[in-house]
T-cell receptor, first 111, second 113 residues
């Protein structure tokens, strides 16, 4: 099993709708998680940090479920500009400062 | 503008060529990284430099040779690459190697023929 696993998608979302997707992890020693956003042919950029049970930033909500070992990202009122690949990232507790990336979930918001 | 600049943006090279990727960060960070991103695969950490000292080498083949002359500049020297090395190579920096917030450059799309 991959240490960080994501549904590759694509998730096709009508503009204005809500979309949510998960990321599962296999190592319970994980301490912190992050969502990065990567536009097509661009570099990844940090979207949100998820330190405890969850975090909310505007239309974006991230939740962490330690019992089931997954984090989720929910996007409300989707905009066309939300179309991107969302990378789930965990900070490994057993390796100082080392980030582990998932392969990403593609979201396509349609008019 | 992320403050991390990578050149070139695109590179096509033959298997016998020698080329170098360049990265420069203007953020005053102390840690710099090279990542490889292949299509539909997770980012793979290649090298980590902290205060100009290489602190991690993730079993990368010797045909990839990093160089960090100072805390603002990072190079990746390439020689005798293979077609499977074709990928997006991303440079990143962070305040220090314990800081999880990475700032990425726009990457070099490398094609090895």
């Amino acid at each position: 099993r991959k240490e960080v696993e994501q549904d590759p998608g694509p998730f096709n979302v009508p503009e204005g709708a809500t979309v949510a997707f998960n990321c599962t992890y296999s190592n319970s020693a994980s301490q912190s998680f992050f969502w990065y956003r990567q536009d097509c042919r661009k570099e990844p950029k940090l979207l949100m940090s998820v330190y405890s049970s969850g975090n909310e930033d505007g239309r974006f909500t991230a939740q962490l479920n330690r019992a089931s070992q997954y984090i989720s990202l929910l996007i409300r009122d989707s905009k066309l500009s939300d179309s991107a690949t969302y990378l789930c990232v965990r900070l490994r507790a057993d390796s100082w400062g080392k980030l582990q990336f998932g392969a990403g979930t593609q979201v396509v918001v349609t008019p | 503008e992320t403050g991390v600049t990578q050149t070139p943006r695109h590179l096509v090279m033959g298997m016998t060529n020698k080329k170098s990727l360049k990265c420069e960060q203007h953020l005053g960070h102390n840690a710099m990284y090279w990542y490889k991103q292949s299509a539909k695969k997770p980012l793979e950490l290649m090298f980590v430099y902290s205060l100009e000292e290489r602190v991690e080498n993730n079993s990368v083949p010797s045909r990839f040779s990093p160089e960090c002359p100072n805390s603002s500049h990072l190079f990746l020297h390439l020689h005798t690459l293979q077609p499977e090395d074709s990928a997006l190579y991303l440079c990143a920096s962070s305040l220090d190697r314990t800081n999880e917030k990475l700032f990425f450059g726009s990457g070099t799309q490398l094609s090895v023929l």
